[in-house]
């Protein structure tokens, strides 16, 4: 997987976002086993150390005051170290399973012996055997930078040029769509792929925990990302 500088929202960044970025990257007590375990397990730590890097690298004052006010005594030279030292290392959870040589999307790649990673393996297979490409990868901090996609420079040109397409061709405020509102429950993997879904608006209540995105799937785990609201046409 090519590895690029990562996007930074600058217009939508606040405090509270920062604050949440921060936690992650400079964890209080990072010694404890616990602690260690839940932020470096998906590489949590490391994805928000880069992200702090990345904001380093620009020259936007605002954005350095907003860090300065929720951590003052930021020690730039010691994220920079930390982060080099996490990025020559595996990720703890894909050395649990011991696929290191199975690089990127591992948990795809490796046999499952429980029924919702199995089940997950043959959907990958049928509809994104090559994974998933950069436009159908979004990532959006906050209401304020979803509301702001349709503006120019004001969005990801990697992953958001379609976005962006689809809201000029058609504003929100004019559009006049008409259905119901209908609620599915399910393990997730089974609510996006659900036959009586098929060419449905499919809208996905994501609530995974900010330290260890993706939890315990390999373990068959089941949490609230479990959630879709689908608009019925």
Not at 141 to 151: F, G
Request: glycine share 4%; hydrophobic share 30%.
């Amino acid at each position: 997987m090519v590895r690029t500088a990562a996007y930074i929202p600058l217009h939508a960044l606040s405090k509270i976002d920062i604050e949440s970025i921060l936690s992650v990257a400079i964890p209080f007590d990072i010694d404890n086993v616990e602690n260690k375990r839940r932020y470096d397990y998906h590489n949590s730590r490391r994805t928000m150390l880069y992200f702090l890097i990345s904001v380093y690298g620009i020259d936007k004052q605002q954005l350095m005051d907003l860090i300065n006010q929720c951590n003052p005594n930021i020690n730039w030279n010691y994220i920079q170290e930390i982060y080099d030292d996490l990025k020559t290392k595996p990720e703890p959870y894909q050395e649990q399973y011991h696929t290191k040589e199975f690089g990127d999307y591992w948990e795809l790649k490796r046999d499952a012996n429980r029924p919702g990673p199995r089940q997950s393996q043959q959907y990958i297979l049928k509809y994104r055997e090559k994974g998933f490409q950069p436009e159908e990868l979004k990532l959006y901090w906050n209401y304020q930078e979803i509301e702001s996609l349709h503006k120019n420079g004001y969005f990801n040109p990697i992953t958001d040029t379609d976005t962006n397409k689809a809201l000029l061709d058609k504003p929100v405020d004019e559009r006049k769509n008409s259905g119901t509102i209908q609620f599915h429950l399910s393990g997730i993997e089974q609510a996006v792929f659900y036959e009586e879904l098929k060419d449905k608006q499919i809208i996905v209540l994501d609530f995974a925990d900010e330290r260890m995105p993706g939890g315990y799937f390999l373990e068959n785990a089941r949490s609230q990302e479990g959630v879709c609201r689908i608009d019925k046409k």
